[in-house]
Structure formats: structure tokens, C-alpha cells
């Protein structure tokens, strides 16, 4: 059974960094990604790392780093320079073709000023 598992979530101040994990079971995956969904706003995705590169939402570029450890099948998102419009609760997302099949039960990330 193939579960997503992610991590590291909390409060932190603006200007702060967090790195989150998610941890896959049950298989690989060519793909994996973290979306990302604040209160009354459509989900969005943050980072993608993919068999043919990684891609970041133009707001977050420069300032989340997307990395893998295939060794441990993790998935990791270091954050850095936080800001509030940061504040959502983050998913991870994995899959092998254009779209993701398989979804974390996200974690939340607060942002205060």
C-alpha cells in the first residue's frame, strides 16, 4: 500500500525557515511534488521535482530548494525567508506521468509577522 507521509510543519516567524519531509512507502516514484492550499484559495503547486528537472512557483524562487533522497525515498522542501502569504497547509504529491496519482494529508505551515 503506497502511503505519503509528510513532516516539519509549525509556527514560525516571518523571515524564518522550515524544511518539510515526506516520506514514501510502498513504491518509488519518477515524480514528486509539494502543492500547497491557503484558507479560501485554490491549491497551487510550490516545487516539483521530475524526471526532467525541478520547477518552483515563481513566488517561492529563490527562497524553497525541492531535493530528494532516493536512498530513503524522501522527498524534502527547504524553506527559508518565510513570509505570512506563506501560510497554508502544504501536500505532498508523487506520481510517474503528467499527473500525480498518489497525495500526503498535508501539514500545516504558519507564517506570523
Known amino acids: 500500500q503506497v502511503q505519503l507521509v509528510e513532516s516539519g510543519g509549525g509556527l514560525v516567524q516571518a523571515g524564518g525557515s522550515l524544511t518539510l519531509s515526506c516520506a514514501a512507502s510502498?513504491?518509488?516514484?519518477?515524480?514528486m511534488g509539494w502543492f500547497r492550499q491557503a484558507i479560501g484559495k485554490e491549491r497551487e503547486s510550490v516545487a516539483s521535482i521530475r524526471w526532467d528537472g525541478t520547477y518552483y512557483l515563481n513566488s517561492v524562487k529563490g527562497r524553497f530548494t525541492i531535493f530528494r533522497d532516493r536512498t530513503k525515498n524522501t522527498v524534502y522542501l527547504q524553506m527559508s525567508s518565510l513570509k505570512p502569504e506563506d501560510t497554508a497547509i502544504y501536500y505532498c504529491?508523487?506520481?510517474?506521468?503528467?499527473?500525480?496519482?498518489?497525495w500526503g494529508q498535508g501539514t500545516q505551515v504558519t507564517v506570523s509577522s
Open positions: 504529491a508523487a506520481g510517474d506521468g503528467a499527473e500525480y496519482s498518489d
Open positions: 510502498g513504491r518509488s516514484f519518477s515524480n
